[in-house]
T-cell receptor, first 112, second 113 residues
Framework: GQQVMQIPQYQHVQEGEDFTTYCNSSTTLSNIQWYKQRPGGHPVFLIQ?????EVKKQKRLTFQFGEAKKNSSLHITATQTTDVGTYFC????????????FGDGTTLTVKP | DGGITQSPKYLFRKEGQNVTLSCEQNLNHDAMYWYRQDPGQGLRLIYYSQIVNDFQKGDIAEGYSVSREKKESFPLTVTSAQKNPTAFYLC????????????FGNGTRLTVT
């Protein structure tokens, strides 16, 4: 079945450093979504990428969708303590409408 | 305000008891989902429903049951057959189309001793 993998599993950075998490799918995706889960909280939808090679920005966050639509990345510039949490990517199951496969997430900790 | 409500936030049960987790949404979403999250791990799909009176097993359905009698409600029962029920349970909803974003509830943390 479809697999979505994320690396790294954990990332510890000093405040002000940059951070990147990578997401790879075993199949081509029609779109990819990113979610953020704060410690003790629930996942919150951040963004969806649809087009091959698409790049979207949200303030210090930059999201990319690969040309082959099998990988994606999230880059945070100059991390802040508010960026702490786990970032998940999710891809739709193309054979099963309404079902998504989540990566295992990258947990970011930021030292002030 | 539109959203998803899960209750209770914390739930404690003795081993061998069935327990039902509540999930209600007023977003008028067609699809609803139950995920399980274990410490430091990702989200694993238990059951999902794309329409009232219909639901499908996810990746880890054994030991769980659901019903979808109303569009707004998708309760999850953790039965005594579930070997490791202690976990964080998240309910979500979406418009149900491929790629529709998921809206999550605040979760229920279940502890079984």
């Amino acid at each position: 079945g479809q697999q979505v993998m994320q690396i790294p599993q954990y990332q510890h950075v000093q405040e002000g450093e940059d951070f990147t998490t990578y997401c790879n799918s075993s199949t081509t995706l029609s779109n990819i979504q990113w979610y953020k889960q704060r410690p003790g909280g629930h996942p919150v939808f951040l963004i969806q990428l649809v087009k091959s090679g698409e790049v979207k920005k949200q303030k210090r966050l930059t999201f990319q969708f690969g040309e082959a639509k099998k990988n994606s990345s999230l880059h945070i510039t100059a991390t802040q303590t508010t960026d702490v949490g786990t970032y998940f990517c999710a891809g739709p199951d193309e054979t099963n409408a309404g079902k998504s496969t989540f990566g295992d997430g990258t947990t970011l900790t930021v030292k002030p | 305000d539109g959203g998803i409500t899960q209750s209770p936030k914390y739930l404690f049960r003795k081993e061998g008891q069935n327990v039902t987790l509540s999930c209600e949404q007023n977003l008028n979403h067609d699809a609803m989902y139950w995920y399980r999250q274990d410490p430091g791990q990702g989200l694993r799909l238990i059951y999902y429903s794309q329409i009232v009176n219909d639901f499908q097993k996810g990746d880890i359905a054994e030991g769980y049951s659901v019903s979808r009698e109303k569009k707004e409600s998708f309760p999850l029962t953790v039965t005594s057959a579930q070997k490791n029920p202690t976990a964080f349970y998240l309910c979500a909803s979406s418009m149900g189309r491929v790629g529709s974003p998921l809206h999550f509830g605040n979760g229920t943390r279940l502890t079984v001793t």
